[in-house]
């Protein structure tokens, strides 16, 4: 590498006008190369042993700006690096220092990848010297297989099987025995039957990954209604990604189940949003807000794989790249006028880049360095997909591409487990999918909020009050109190000195929550408080259902045209739900009992002709209610273990998912983690 280096240095010295190795007299040729020899020797050396420091320093830094930072620190290196150099005659501009490290950097990486590529055992021979230096820290690794459990954040189950007939994920229809979208015949010669069984499970009402992550890692997902909701008790929003509330999640999770969780001996957790009690955690949302110590090294991660300058620089190259990926899609997306469409600019581009990119890179290198270390049960979430299927769609080609991306990360963990030092197997699952459709605000042109504001009698936009919706709402309102709102072109307050209703969106679920009020409210008091609400709500045609809970019959379903089904009654009389397919009955009564259940629970409107939802949020790929692909998610596991359910049986929320988990990891002597009878609450 330093030999490439050298030339690296030589040609760009020879290409950029301020970037010079020599001095202004000029010197021989043979001079010049030993320059160029000492100064890549100096910055390879910096490199080793300075940037470890300066990343370790800059844990402290948000991991989207040490991804910027990363050409900056390396151009600094090169001009101390030259400065080193006895000639003193070389020198580079800030701007061009930077430049040229990059490109040092990313050549000497690139040719070290080509060369492991094109020559198997020099690749062979790169894992085992990883391998060794790992045995040679720890004992000896067990004979016993470990787990891999790799979530592919967002991908539903028959988008996963559209990918495979495709072509696009050839180490996934490679497991499944499948040659180009097509079934293996039972004769198939070796290498082409299955190693892997595909089984799609269903989510629960909230189809998200703060529920979905919480259930499969720590066997309970119990009052957890939505992505984000309001509860009364410590007049508090909570929301499944920020540390403090994913913090509590998992605390009172542990206080249910009375263990740690899935990863709880010998575990390691990366990337996700729960730490599963795994005792090694890199990335883990919970612990993000507690001070760093041995036991809490959520940034880790970064450090280990950033503190290689070759890491570094590639993944900050391709960092780049995917920006103007998304610039260029978006652009061309707007030009030809693409419809369902959302806003894609500010942030966004970065944002993606750092889920496509960064996270995914990490996280990768944080699992193949378990699997070199012998950890019995690793459980890894790759976000890619999610975050690109949000703003581009579901099946849309931006998303299909990095499937790709993923499967080649599933390739290379599959090529790790090779030169472990224990056999492997490897799971990969979803947390939920994604149903695509326009915005709610989309196709009426005001949002839920808007909605339900306008329902109250409360002022709205003028926007909101110029569209249809806005105006039924105020008529409702007026019919209902019989008298008009508007007198002298002035709205009246008619809740008072009442406080107004919080209203939050997760995908198309939306929670209404009235705040001055401790209880979860009745339909009897919400329609004396509000007595047109519930019905401009249940009579829009962007709404599929609400929940409210009733002081006759327990909890109610409402929908169009006046309809108001007990829960109770639902098996027989599903009613709206009815559309919503299987299972959606005890999704919603499920979600009834939670402590935290809004006082409306608003599901938006379901075409099953075309799979579409309306997003409460600025999505066109969405998740965390019922309606289409994003409840049916997907479980690839290994022959080698038992089937996930029996013949006949759905697999069904996941609460589920976890014991089918913890099964595989004793069938595995894996952690030996007891399967305790359930509470009461969780018997079904």
Known sequence: MWAVSTVTMLVLAGILPDFQLQSADGDSATSIAVTAALGAGAFGLLSALVWPLLVRLLLLVPALVLG?????????????????????????????AVIVAAVMSAVASATGAALAVRDDDAY?????????????ALPPGPSSPGTV?????????DVLLDAVGKGMMPT?????????????????????RPTHRLTPWRTDWSSQTGASQLGILHGSNHDVPAFRWYEKAGREIMVCNRPTSAAELQRRAIDRTGDPGLLGSDGASRGNLFSGGAGEQALVLSIATKRRSRENRSRAGYFAYFSDPANAVRTALSFTAEVGREIGQ????????????????????????????????????????????????????????????????????DAEKVLERLDRALALIENVAEHAPRPYRIVVLSDHGQSPGETFRARYGLGLGDLVRAGCGLPVPRRAQRTHSGAEARAAVR????????????????????????????????????????????????????????????????????????????????????AEIPLDRLDEHPGPLEVFGPGAADAVRRTHSFPNAADIMVNSAYDPADGEVLAFEEQIGSHGGLGGAQGKAFLLSPLAFSAPADDGEDLVGAEHVHHVLRRWLRESDGPQVPLEAEPEERAA
């Open 149 to 157: 459990f790799v979530q592919l954040d967002g991908v539903g189950h």
């Open 68 to 96: 910027l930072l990363v050409f900056f620190l390396n151009g600094s290196l090169l001009i101390v690096a030259l400065s080193l150099v006895p000639s003193g005659d070389s020198e580079a501009a800030p701007e061009t």
């Open 479 to 562: 019919a209902a109190l019989h008298r008009p709102v508007e007198e002298g072109g002035e709205q009246h307050r008619l809740s008072g000195r009442r406080s107004e209703p919080i209203v939050l969106a997760s995908g198309n679920l939306g929670l209404v929550s009235f705040p001055d009020v401790p209880h979860r409210m009745t339909k009897e008091e919400i329609d004396a408080r509000h007595p047109a609400l519930l019905t401009t709500l249940a009579n829009h045609p962007g709404v599929g259902f609400l929940l409210v809970r009733s002081e006759k019959h327990g909890g109610v379903v409402l929908g169009a045209y006046g």
């Open 124 to 136: 062979r021979r790169r894992l085992y010297r990883l391998a060794d230096r790992r045995r040679r």
């Open 172 to 192: 996934v229809a490679r497991w499944l025995g499948k040659a180009k979208g097509d079934d293996a015949p039972d004769d198939a010669p070796d290498g082409a």
């Open 330 to 397: 978006s652009t061309r997306a707007r030009a030809r006028k693409v419809r369902p469409r959302v806003s894609r600019g500010g942030l966004y581009p970065f944002i993606r880049a750092f889920a496509t990119v960064v996270e995914r890179d990490v996280v990768v290198a944080a699992v193949m360095g378990d699997m070199l270390a012998g950890r019995t049960a690793v459980y890894a979430d790759l976000v890619a997909y999610d975050e690109v299927a949000h703003h581009s769609g579901p099946f849309s080609g």
